[in-house]
């Protein structure tokens, strides 16, 4: 038996609460499932310390930026960091996953991953634009590409993925 939701879009009381709240735009809820969404040790692990992922957990969106669970994420990598699945990307059965630097705060970004995602129309091989594209990789800010390329929610429904390979 099917139970059918009342259309809380017309219910008075929560539209008049949602006027004194002054929210114009309806929400939306995902059911929680860790299996989909991270938690919140979760969350915090990979602001604070990062957090070690086999292979098959860490996916790609259709965009290239590297997804886990519900959340963007940067894999690190020796001295640089990647924020895109790029032609550069390491090959490895586990990986160091972050939303955060962890560790050193001389990592850079991989310029490659910058050229996949055409990041703020980065470009280095062309002539034309190869002073910008260099102030691009040298200014680049994980903030301000967070910004752009917002870390969470990701949703599993609206956001497909693919494995990395």
């Given at each position: 038996m099917a139970i059918e939701l009342q259309d809380f879009t017309k219910f008075e009381p929560f539209n008049a609460l949602r006027e004194k709240m002054q929210a114009t735009e309806l929400g939306f809820f995902e059911i929680f499932n860790p299996q989909f969404h991270l938690t919140g040790n979760e969350r915090s692990d990979l602001e604070r310390i990062g957090v070690s992922l086999p292979r098959a957990l860490?996916?790609?969106?259709?965009?290239?930026?590297?997804?886990y669970k519900n959340s963007r994420v940067i894999v690190?990598?020796?001295?640089?960091f990647h924020?895109?699945?790029?032609?550069?990307?390491?090959?490895?059965?586990?990986?160091?996953?972050s939303t955060n630097f962890i560790g050193s705060s001389e990592?850079?970004?991989?310029?490659?991953?910058?050229?996949r995602l055409h990041y703020k129309g980065y470009e280095p091989l062309k002539a034309r634009k190869e002073a910008y594209s260099l102030k691009?990789?040298?200014?680049?800010?994980l903030s301000q590409f967070w910004a752009q390329f917002p870390t969470?929610?990701?949703s599993e429904k609206r956001d497909i993925r693919k494995q990395i390979s």
């Open positions: 860490l996916m790609h969106l259709l965009d290239f930026t590297l997804v690190m990598q020796d001295n640089r924020v895109a699945y790029c032609s550069e990307f390491p090959v490895q059965t586990d990986y160091l996953v990592l850079r970004v991989c310029e490659h991953c910058l050229t691009v990789l040298e200014e680049f800010q969470y929610p990701v």
